[in-house]
T-cell receptor, first 114, second 118 residues
Framework: GNSVTQMEGPVTLSEEAFLTINCTYTATGYPSLFWYVQYPGEGLQLLLKATKADDKGSNKGFEATYRKETTSFHLEKGSVQVSDSAVYFCALTLLGGSQGNLIFGKGTKLSVKP | GAVVSQHPSRVICKSGTSVKIECRSLDFQATTMFWYRQFPKQSLMLMATSNEGSKATYEQGVEKDKFLINHASLTLSTLTVTSAHPEDSSFYIC??????????????FGPGTRLTVL
């Protein structure tokens, strides 16, 4: 079946540290891939996306590259800030880029300490 | 723009009662709304998809008679948990997409509703 596996948290980093949150997927078709972020008390927000192999999504200093050969979409940021503390969800959809029927990973909680 | 609200944010009810959760798109017309359920330390699981003016499409294993979904207008969808039991306790999240946003095919999520059934 279709599924998303991401590294379990929580992840605790010091400010300005390098961040990697691993995400791998299993899909019967050719998925579009997403990272969502959920700040405390708020709804999920789309952070970045990639719709085909080798695409790189980027936003707010975060990046993720769609790697078909390793079925991965790891999230990275070179220098995290306290304001990046949130829960991050990796997700896929098989309905092109239409955002229908998202399949989520379990989420990774990130805490950034000053 | 593209804000989705949910009400209530938290509800506690007795076993056997029904609870209604509202999901509203505040500044766009939501042609499609999704309802998710999230258990602690688990993924968001899609429960159903609803299009305005038509019956919801439920995912396999979701009881449509227990989780009643109504999407009567382009800005409001409701989820009613009927005859709630403690195993229905969970975090329910809605999302929506539609016209009137700059990214019309992107889902916008509500903040979620924590349901506790005693």
């Amino acid at each position: 079946g279709n599924s998303v596996t991401q590294m379990e948290g929580p992840v605790t980093l010091s400010e300005e540290a390098f961040l990697t949150i691993n995400c791998t997927y299993t899909a019967t078709g050719y998925p579009s891939l997403f990272w969502y972020v959920q700040y405390p008390g708020e709804g999920l927000q789309l952070l970045l996306k990639a719709t085909k192999a080798d695409d790189k999504g980027s936003n707010k200093g975060f990046e993720a590259t769609y790697r078909k050969e390793t079925t991965s979409f790891h999230l990275e940021k070179g220098s995290v800030q306290v304001s990046d503390s949130a829960v991050y969800f990796c997700a896929l959809t098989l309905l092109g880029g239409s955002q229908g029927n998202l399949i989520f990973g379990k989420g990774t909680k990130l805490s950034v300490k000053p | 723009g593209a804000v989705v609200s949910q009400h209530p944010s938290r509800v506690i009810c007795k076993s056997g009662t029904s609870v209604k959760i509202e999901c509203r798109s505040l500044d766009f017309q939501a042609t499609t709304m999704f309802w998710y359920r999230q258990f602690p330390k688990q993924s968001l699981m899609l429960m159903a998809t609803s299009n305005e003016g038509s019956k919801a499409t439920y995912e396999q294993g979701v009881e449509k008679d227990k989780f009643l979904i109504n999407h009567a207008s382009l800005t409001l969808s409701t989820l009613t948990v009927t005859s709630a039991h403690p195993e229905d306790s969970s975090f329910y999240i809605c999302s929506a997409y539609g016209t009137g946003t700059s990214r019309y095919n992107e889902q916008f999520f509500g903040p979620g509703t924590r349901l506790t059934v005693l």
